[in-house]
Every structure is written in C-alpha cells, then in structure tokens.
C-alpha cells in the first residue's frame, strides 16, 4: 500500500532533550516535506527537500534540522526542543513537487514539549 | 501564492450536493487551485486541482470561474465521512503549499 509514515505517532518530552521524528514514503517520491499546524494558524512548512542532499527552508525553519540521505526517508530533528515547538506535525511526500502532483500526507506528529 | 477566502464553516444535509466556494481574486495566470481536505487531525488529503477548467474526478468537481477570481468544490452526494476541513490554495506548484484556515464542512444526516 502506497503510504507515509511517521514515528513516533504520539511524543511527550522535557526542553532541550534532543528528539527525531521519522518519516518514511514508499512510493519513490523525490519530493518530501514538514509541516506544522498550530489552532488557528493552520499548516505552516518546516522544510521540504527536491531530492535527495537537496533541502530548503519554508515558512518556519527555526528551531529545527531535517537530512535528506536516502530517497525515502526525511527525518525532522529538534536539537533543543522548546514548549513553543509543542504542535501536530505532518510529513508529505509527492512524486516531484510539480504542479498537478497528488501530495499524500502522513498520519501525523502530536508532539507535547513541557 | 494568492491569498484565498473561505467561509469558516458550512452545513449540508446526507445525500445533497456540498458546494464549497474560495475567493481567491489576486490569483495570476500561472497559479493552480488545489483543494485539500482534512478529517479531524488526520493528515490532510488530496481533492482535485485546476488552472482554468473545470474539473472532475472521482471525489469531486471544480468549476473555477473565466475571471479565475473564484472557485466552487462540489461534492456530489455528500455523505457524513465527508464531515471534514476543506482547504483551497492558489500556488504555482505542488512542493508550497500554504494552507489556510479553511472551511469546516459539516453533513448531518
């Protein structure tokens, strides 16, 4: 089944513990990318990545990594998790990043920072 | 990407048509609409996209309007898993998409 996954589904942690949150796409989509969505500020992009070694910033880089090493994989780093970083975050892969490509989206991120 | 308006929520009853209108008046020629649909915290989903035409697939319809301003997503027969947050956006591609806050469609039975 074609999908995405991301791990842990559900993450509480404490300030500045180091955490990673996995996403993995088995559809071989170059394309793959982070969300964040917060009560009434709807999605907002982390970061996506074109292909693999190619990363680029979105609307709000701050305060997190991610690594493109292989085509299907596209984890999302927190060095020094802050309780502002607190929120739902989502992963979406697509085949290229063009226009009139289906993005798909994985299950979700809720992630508790205290 | 061009700024869109939808209206926060709407209602429709199990079996009818749901027409879901977006402003979207400052698009320019280039920029597709996507519509994007979220259940309850789920990931968000993919509905159907179009630059000038109208649009059909399995899920739904589009008719943009010819001055491309506006745009209507028409599920057909609305059932109650349609009960859902649908987004539209205007973007040149597919790799940014800036979602908004959308429109909560609600189906009662």
């Known amino acids: 089944e074609a999908q995405v996954t991301q791990n842990p589904r559900y993450l509480i942690t404490v300030t500045g513990k180091k955490l990673t949150v996995t996403c993995s796409q088995n559809?071989?989509?170059?394309?793959m990318s982070w969300y964040r969505q917060d009560p009434g500020l709807g999605l907002r992009q982390i970061y996506y990545?074109?292909?693999?070694?190619?990363?680029d910033k979105g609307d709000v880089p701050e305060g997190y990594k991610v690594s493109r090493k292989e085509k299907r994989n596209f984890p999302l780093i927190l060095e020094s998790p802050s309780p502002n970083q607190t929120s739902l975050y989502f992963c979406?892969?697509?085949?290229?990043?063009?226009?009139?490509?289906?993005?798909?989206f994985g299950p979700g991120t809720r992630l508790l920072v205290l | 990407d061009a700024k869109t308006t939808q209206p926060t929520s709407m209602d429709c009853a199990e079996g009818r048509a749901a027409n879901l209108p977006c402003n979207h008046s400052?698009?320019?020629?280039?920029?597709?609409v996507y519509w994007y649909r979220q259940i309850h915290s789920q990931g968000p989903q993919y509905i159907i996209h179009?630059?000038?035409n109208n649009e059909t697939n399995e899920m739904a319809s589009l008719i943009i309007t010819e001055d491309r301003k506006s745009s209507t997503l028409i599920l057909p027969h609305a059932t109650l898993r349609d009960t859902a947050v649908y987004y539209c956006i205007g973007s040149y591609s597919n790799y940014k998409l800036t979602f908004g806050k959308g429109t909560l469609l609600t189906v009662n039975p």
């Open positions: 990545s074109m292909n693999v070694e190619v990363t």
């Open positions: 400052t698009i320019s020629g280039n920029e597709y």
């Open positions: 979406a892969s697509s085949l290229q990043g063009t226009e009139g490509e289906t993005q798909y």
């Open positions: 559809m071989n989509h170059e394309y």
């Open positions: 179009g630059l000038k």
